[in-house]
């Protein structure tokens, strides 16, 4: 059980979408997040690890402060910042950790962090974690990398496309490129669904996964 205002947010954030699902349209960020990711593949061609990097905004990171100063010194110690990772990996396993792969349309099962490093760095809190595939994962076909919040609640922003990245020779054989949807794209390509029925659907397509930044790498067969 989360007994900590921070996992209490994220549990929260969950809570008021659900309530507010008709007005998801409307919905908009609290929290801002610096990111970078880099998918790792093998030699063999097997999607190894994902690396994590997310800087928080400010304002955030001072309530983080605030929740877990316990001897008041203004700074996060080592063992208050070991608390801070530990809330967020038990409070973000339900989202996955924002992260979703899929290859060919399938989605990917990931395991959860080992660890999750934090540390507090002029005035932001910053995370670095890695998660790995649940099983031998072959890079076939086209696959699609995405950090993105189901919830909107908070917003994880690739200032630049090489802040999305690709490493190991696994990957020598594949062509990757970055995605940013921008309005006029997703209205165009989604017309249908993005009705006033499919914002009162719960059960209709991931808004959020149409609006968000992600990395297509496409594979040739080995």
């Known amino acids: 059980m989360i007994t900590t205002h921070f996992g209490s947010r994220f549990a ?7 309530l507010a699902f008709p007005k998801l349209a409307f919905a908009h960020p609290h929290i801002f997040v610096d990111a970078s990711f880099e998918a790792v593949a093998d030699a ?27 001897n008041e010194n203004s700074t996060l110690d080592p063992p208050e910042l070991a608390a801070v990772a530990k809330t967020i990996r ?4 339900q989202y996955n950790y924002y992260t979703s792969v899929t290859i060919n349309g399938k989605a990917v099962s990931l395991n959860k962090p080992d660890v999750i490093h934090a540390t507090y760095d002029n005035g932001s809190l910053v995370l670095t974690f890695t998660q790995r595939p649940a099983e031998k994962t072959l890079l076939k076909g086209l696959i699609i990398f995405g950090v993105y919040d189901p919830t909107l609640y908070t917003a994880l922003d690739f200032a630049n496309d ?3 990245k690709t490493s190991g020779e696994g990957f020598s ?3 990757r490129k970055v995605v940013r949807p921008g309005s006029k794209e997703i209205l165009a390509e989604n017309q249908a669904m993005l009705t006033t029925l499919f914002f009162n659907d719960p059960t209709g397509t991931d808004y959020s996964q149409l609006v968000a930044t992600r990395l297509e790498v496409r594979c040739q067969n080995g």
């Open 12 to 18: 929260a954030a969950i809570l008021i979408i659900f």
């Open 44 to 70: 063999s061609g097997d999607l190894s690890e994902l690396r994590d990097t997310w800087r928080f905004d400010e304002v955030f990171s001072s309530s983080v402060l605030l929740d877990f100063d316990k």
């Open 90 to 93: 038990t409070s973000l396993a």
């Open 162 to 164: 090489t802040d999305l």
């Open 173 to 175: 054989r594949c062509t």
